[in-house]
């Protein structure tokens, strides 16, 4: 290794690295927009009432069932 060695840094983390250094509110104001839409809490009734209420599909939809 070379006295001078240094290490990789690819052209897309150089990239996010400036525009951290550009906007500094950057990743609070990712963490915002995830919490609109996905950090949310869930409610387990609604949510077990619709697992029972799914009705299973059969493996071939548009064959008729044979009994």
Do not use: N
């Not at 963490?31 to 950090?39: H, P, Q």
């Amino acid at each position: 290794m070379p006295l001078f060695w240094k290490p990789y840094k690819s052209d897309i983390t150089s990239f996010i690295d400036e525009l951290k250094a550009k906007k500094p509110t950057l990743e609070a104001e990712q963490r915002a927009g995830r919490a609109l839409l996905w950090d949310r809490a869930l409610d387990r009734r609604a949510l077990a009432e619709w697992r029972d209420a799914r009705v299973p599909q059969q493996p071939y939809v548009y064959q008729t069932k044979s009994d």
